[in-house]
């Protein structure tokens, strides 16, 4: 009797799940829409796309095509692994494809984030942003910083054991801390650092703000650090010194040298500021020393490059443009790193009307994920193309093809490229002159939905 209950229940499970299974796909066969599967009510297919994230999207591709649906992260959403069309899409915000990003990230970095500003708004912070971190910026003002804060962070690691991803982490945060407000580390990092984890934590969590979510204290973390960037406001203005910073920019109280931004967009902007540099720099950064690790070849290449610098520098001496201009290997190593390890596998945008798409129809307020991980291991672009190979990118045509994408397009290309790189191009100089170094153990590597180490990568320091 007990077998047989146990039976009519397992059946009856079945029922259930297929008619919901059944029920969910009703609810969305309106004319038109892309073909795909929307998984279970309300949670969709969320649990096989981050479980299984690029392996999910091939097989979806495989029975759907290069545009399908799908429910994810609580959205109904098109995935598209079509090159030129994901290029289409970031390059035309105008006709409605606009940023589509969680709203946890939208609360917690605040509305003028410059991902939540569309149109002249979107323009104004842009222009500030641009203002503050363009490349004649970066070129005239920021690099000396750059420079000598990565020197000293870099300084005394021989016979250490470090975790290159914490080293990368923390140092892809200071940097901006220090070019925006001049904060180094000390005690100021240190109640700063927690809360910016926490802040970061909560961007990709779900918008539920209950005490223990990471929703919760991520924006309680925004709070905090609001709170200290006011007070470091309020000082500079109560002072006549002058910083050379990008706070002292934002303040001054010239009306045509500012872009007359009111303290809650100052604010927001500082955020997007160390929130937009950071996992990128940070995870390029140890990418580059885990691939060149690797690749002793690319090492040597690399080595060779950083030394003719130096060759004719003094020991004090820091890297300045033309130094920086003149990396080319660097700068494709850089590249080559973004791609084969996918610093950034999509982006995320929104309907913000119905569209017409290859002959489907994107209902108003689906949101679209720019899925660009496939078009990096595209082998009529990047023949072996999961090979470690930076030669490719000597080639100057790759960077301005069609489908680089690498730092977006269109109005959102990323306004941080050049600092970014500078960065990153700093970083390898000084690890590379002075340091080899060995990994110590085989530690995991995820790659999906983000590029991390869960529990770090550590090598083994010594000097060159
Ligand atoms: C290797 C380093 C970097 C990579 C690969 C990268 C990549 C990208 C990509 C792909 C986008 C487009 C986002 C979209 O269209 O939704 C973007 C936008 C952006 N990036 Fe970067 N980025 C890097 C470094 C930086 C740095 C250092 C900063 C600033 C400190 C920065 C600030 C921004 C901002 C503010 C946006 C948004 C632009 C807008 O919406 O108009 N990025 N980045």
């Known amino acids: 009797m007990g077998v047989l209950v146990a039976f009519f229940m397992v059946v009856l499970g079945l029922c259930i799940c297929s008619l919901l299974l059944k029920w969910n796909e009703v609810r969305y066969m309106k004319k038109n829409l892309p073909p795909g599967t929307m998984g279970w009510p309300l949670f ?7 479980k299984h994230g690029p392996n999910f999207m091939k097989s979806q591709r495989a029975r759907y095509g290069n545009l399908y649906k799908t429910h994810i992260l609580g959205c109904p959403t098109v995935i598209c692994m079509d090159p030129d069309l ?26 003028y984030n410059i991902a939540a500003v569309l149109g002249s708004l979107h323009k104004t912070m842009r222009g500030a942003m641009l203002a503050l971190i363009g490349p004649t910026m970066v070129r005239d003002h920021l690099m000396p910083k750059i420079d000598e804060f990565i020197r000293s962070h870099l300084n005394h690691l021989e016979g250490e054991i470090i975790d290159i991803q914490d080293k990368t982490k923390e140092m892809a945060l200071l940097v901006s801390l220090k070019l925006i407000g001049g904060i180094e580390s000390g005690l100021l990092f240190e109640t700063l650092k927690p809360e910016f984890y926490k802040l970061v934590e909560g961007t990709i969590s779900l918008p539920i703000d209950l005490p223990g979510t990471s929703y919760h204290h991520g924006f309680q973390a925004r709070k905090k650090i609001t709170s200290m960037f006011t007070k470091i406001i309020n000082e500079r203005r109560a002072t006549s010194n002058a910083f050379g910073d990008m706070l002292d920019a934002l303040l001054k109280t010239d009306e045509i040298a500012r872009a ?63 130094d920086y201009k003149s990396m080319n290997f660097t700068r494709a190593v850089i590249y080559e790193t973004l791609r084969m390890a996918t610093v950034i596998n999509g982006l995320l945008r929104k309907t913000s009307q119905d569209m017409d798409m290859k002959g489907y129809v994107i209902p108003k307020g689906w949101k679209i994920y720019v899925y660009m991980r496939e078009s990096n291991y595209d082998p009529f672009l990047y023949p072996e193309p999961f090979s470690f190979n930076p030669w490719r990118w000597l080639d100057k045509s790759l960077e301005s093809h069609q489908r680089f994408l690498l730092f977006g397009g269109g109005s959102r290309l990323c306004p941080g490229k050049e600092l970014g790189t500078v960065e990153i191009s700093i970083f390898l100089h000084y690890f590379v002159t002075k340091y080899r ?15 991390e180490a869960p529990n770090g990568i550590r090598m083994r320091v010594s000097n060159y």
């Open 437 to 451: 170094w060995e990994e110590v153990g085989k530690d995991k590597l995820v790659k999906f939905p983000r590029v």
């Open 260 to 322: 007359k931004l009111t303290d809650e967009q100052i604010l927001d902007l500082i955020l997007t500021i160390i929130y937009s540099g950071y996992e990128t720099v940070s995870t390029t950064s140890m990418m580059a020393i885990k691939y060149l690790h690797d690749n002793p070849k690319a090492l040597q290449g690399l080595r060779d490059e950083h030394f003719e610098i130096r060759k004719w520098k003094s020991p004090e001496d820091p890297i300045d443009w033309n």
């Open 44 to 50: 969709g297919e969320t649990t096989e796309f981050l």
């Open 86 to 111: 994901n290029r289409y899409i970031l390059m035309n915000e105008g006709k409605g494809l606009i940023p589509g990003y969680p709203q946890s990230m939208l609360d917690i970095l605040g509305k």
